[in-house]
């Protein structure tokens, strides 16, 4: 069964919706092409595949930390296009959600997937807000408002920016190989004020912290040759932020790289792909799942070396009842010159079954 009739049919669609797929001819991902706010802080449903993905560091009242994640994707389906009905599958909504804790060791996680109509999943347009059940994400005074309720976990975070879009790649044209086609929209808001609250084994406390929100949406973004990518947001303790990412071949070999490095000015500098280096020094492997994954990293950005450490190993999230995909998500530390400068998340891709999208 291919990836996105599996995603169909856990959203609870029939298997007669599975079989009738149809040609569509989705929005392109164009070079010089403005982002333009606020309207691209919603949701871009003539495009095949769009996200929401906010990360970032909480400190409990006795100072503990912890980690958290909250993911919400739009999928276009394809399915259904022509179809005036409200029951036709034209677009999900999936969601993932976790808890880092160090104090369990492992990840607390869980994850939801629905189809777009009658209340059960949704998405806005000129605003950012994505929802399934009674999980959402939304632009809620002056910032953003998480709300994840589960079994084992809930939180309820406010996540406010201290500026404007972080726009990455060429003004916001993320490549992703040297063939344009390859390519998404894709601006981050790093340095996010948070507080709010969380739930763990039923107990509510007050958090603080500070976070990381990424936006992107595409219709064609990875290549064939591409297994799976890593990827870095960090805000940094004087007030500035880097994103850096590489794509990699069956043989953890870069395809493609860049960064954008945000000073606490505001100003920003895009990092060509070569100067940008992932370099391994530390495995993991999975008790579960038996994937090994590099979970020490240096990461060259120019003239800069940086090493990244884990909050904890064990961060892999397994989604398969939504997205498919196993893959490891993670709060880490970054120190340059043995001293402690920022914290964020780490994304490992790919390291298990070639990641897919799309």
């Given at each position: 069964?291919?990836?996105?009739?599996?995603?169909?049919?856990?959203?609870?669609?029939?298997?007669?919706?599975?079989?009738?797929?149809?040609?569509?001819?989705?929005?392109?991902?164009?070079?010089?092409?403005?982002?333009?706010?606020?309207?691209?802080?919603?949701?871009?449903?003539?495009?095949?595949?769009?996200?929401?993905?906010?990360?970032?560091?909480?400190?409990?009242?006795?100072?503990?930390?912890?980690?958290?994640?909250?993911?919400?994707?739009?999928?276009?389906?394809?399915?259904?296009?022509?179809?005036?009905?409200?029951?036709?599958?034209?677009?999900?909504?999936?969601?993932?959600?976790?808890?880092?804790?160090?104090?369990?060791?492992?990840?607390?996680?869980?994850?939801?997937?629905a189809r777009v109509g009658f209340g059960r999943a949704g998405f806005a347009i000129g605003e950012t807000g994505a929802w399934?059940?009674?999980?959402?994400?939304?632009?809620?005074?002056?910032g953003y408002r998480a709300e994840v309720r589960s079994r084992e976990f809930g939180y309820a975070l406010n996540l406010v920016?201290?500026?404007?879009?972080?726009?990455?790649?060429?003004?916001?044209?993320?490549?992703?190989?040297?063939?344009?086609?390859?390519?998404?929209?894709?601006?981050?808001?790093?340095?996010?004020?948070?507080?709010?609250?969380?739930?763990?084994?039923?107990?509510?406390?007050?958090?603080?912290?500070?976070?990381?929100?990424?936006?992107?949406?595409?219709?064609?973004?990875?290549?064939?040759?591409?297994?799976?990518?890593?990827?870095?947001?960090?805000?940094?303790?004087?007030?500035?932020?880097?994103?850096?990412?590489?794509?990699?071949?069956?043989?953890?070999?870069?395809?493609?790289?860049?960064?954008?490095?945000?000073?606490?000015?505001?100003?920003?500098?895009?990092?060509?792909?070569?100067?940008?280096?992932?370099?391994?020094?530390?495995?993991?492997?999975?008790?579960?799942?038996?994937?090994?994954?590099?979970?020490?990293?240096?990461?060259?950005?120019?003239?800069?070396?940086?090493?990244?450490?884990?909050?904890?190993?064990?961060?892999?999230?397994?989604?398969?009842?939504?997205?498919?995909?196993?893959?490891?998500?993670?709060?880490?530390?970054?120190?340059?010159?043995?001293?402690?400068?920022?914290?964020?998340?780490?994304?490992?891709?790919?390291?298990?079954?070639?990641?897919?999208?799309?």
């Open positions: 069964m291919r990836r996105r009739d599996f995603l169909l049919l856990l959203a609870g669609l029939p298997a007669s919706a599975v079989a009738t797929g149809q040609a569509v001819d989705f929005a392109r991902v164009l070079p010089g092409r403005r982002l333009a706010f606020p309207a691209d802080y919603g949701a871009h449903p003539e495009f095949r595949t769009e996200w929401w993905y906010a990360t970032g560091w909480l400190t409990l009242p006795d100072g503990s930390p912890l980690g958290f994640q909250t993911t919400f994707f739009r999928v276009r389906t394809g399915i259904g296009e022509d179809n005036p009905s409200a029951f036709a599958p034209r677009q999900l909504i999936l969601a993932h959600a976790a808890i880092a804790d160090p104090v369990l060791g492992r990840l607390r996680h869980d994850e939801r997937a399934v059940g009674d999980w959402r994400f939304a632009q809620h005074a002056g920016p201290d500026g404007p879009p972080l726009l990455n790649g060429e003004a916001g044209f993320s490549a992703k190989a040297r063939d344009p086609r390859h390519a998404s929209y894709y601006y981050s808001r790093p340095q996010l004020t948070v507080d709010g609250s969380v739930t763990l084994a039923g107990k509510s406390q007050g958090v603080t912290g500070r976070a990381w929100l990424d936006h992107e949406w595409s219709s064609e973004l990875l290549p064939e040759e591409a297994q799976g990518w890593d990827w870095i947001g960090v805000n940094l303790d004087d007030g500035s932020a880097l994103m850096a990412f590489r794509l990699r071949d069956p043989h953890n070999q870069a395809l493609w790289s860049a960064a954008s490095v945000r000073q606490g000015n505001g100003s920003a500098e895009i990092l060509p792909a070569e100067a940008v280096v992932f370099e391994p020094l530390r495995h993991w492997q999975s008790p579960r799942t038996g994937i090994t994954y590099p979970v020490e990293w240096r990461v060259r950005l120019g003239r800069r070396e940086l090493l990244l450490r884990p909050l904890m190993d064990d961060q892999e999230l397994d989604s398969r009842r939504s997205t498919g995909a196993i893959y490891w998500e993670g709060a880490v530390r970054l120190s340059e010159g043995g001293r402690e400068v920022g914290r964020g998340y780490l994304e490992m891709t790919g390291y298990g079954e070639r990641i897919r999208l799309g």
